[in-house]
């Protein structure tokens, strides 16, 4: 049953990474965002794509298919993969456009935080929730507070996408989602800096948040299967 449920959450999010690489309606949403964007209907790039959602996704699964008294909810751990497939797709995104489109962040953070309220309703359960709900809060708190004093360093698409990390994160590390996060803009601001230094110009050290985001926030997740 474990290995069905991990097969079909990679297997749907590896479609849904296919679907975005090669959709029109995604790429108008970039461009809305102010990203640059072509639409690219190639196998390779879709596959690529397909490949990294469905690998994170499954990944996540996987790592919450204990069993015993700790084990999680079953809507748990779907919102879980849906927030796993979600942040790969937002992350390829912000790793070829340098933005964050805010309708499919919206749809991401609705759709896990739906799902997780929904697998929490019994009372044993529900500190699941509002961990998650106060992780994502002050992440996207700060982030934001962040942005609107160095706009040019950080955008409010990268405090919504924190504010995603941290519903995620938030359910199995209360005090690990924030580390998590702290150390992906630190290594982020690195990058830059590094790239800054060897490259042409500003435009050329620019360093998407989203990747480094999303790395965080699955090595908080995991980290529950070891």
């Not at 937002?90 to 070829?96: F, K, P, T, V």
């Not at 700060?142 to 955008?155: I, K, T």
């Amino acid at each position: 049953m474990q290995t069905i449920a991990i097969a079909v959450s990679a297997s749907a999010a590896g479609c849904l990474g296919w679907y975005c690489r090669a959709s029109t309606r995604v790429t108008n949403l970039v461009r809305a965002a102010g990203g640059h964007r072509q639409v690219h209907e190639d196998r390779l790039s879709c596959s690529r794509w397909a490949l990294a959602a469905g690998l994170a996704t499954g990944g996540v699964v996987a790592s919450q298919s204990g069993r015993g008294p700790g084990a999680l909810p079953p809507l748990v751990v779907s919102s879980l993969a849906v927030w796993a497939g979600a942040l790969a797709i937002l992350a390829l995104i912000d790793q070829e456009s340098l933005v964050l489109p805010t309708k499919l962040v919206r749809a991401a953070l609705i759709v896990a935080t739906g799902l997780l309220a929904a697998g929490t309703l019994g009372a044993a359960q529900r500190h699941y929730l509002w961990q998650g709900a106060t992780t994502a809060c002050v992440a996207g708190v700060f982030f934001a507070a962040w942005a609107a004093v160095n706009p040019r360093g950080l955008g409010f698409g990268d405090a919504r996408m924190a504010c995603l990390v941290g519903v995620g994160a938030g359910v199995l590390s209360f005090s690990g989602a924030p580390v998590a996060l702290s150390c992906s803009a630190l290594v982020a601001g690195l990058v830059g800096r590094y790239r800054l230094r060897h490259s042409l110009g500003p435009e050329g050290a620019a360093v998407a948040l989203g990747p480094f985001l999303a790395v965080g926030g699955y090595m908080v997740v995991m980290a529950r299967a070891f």
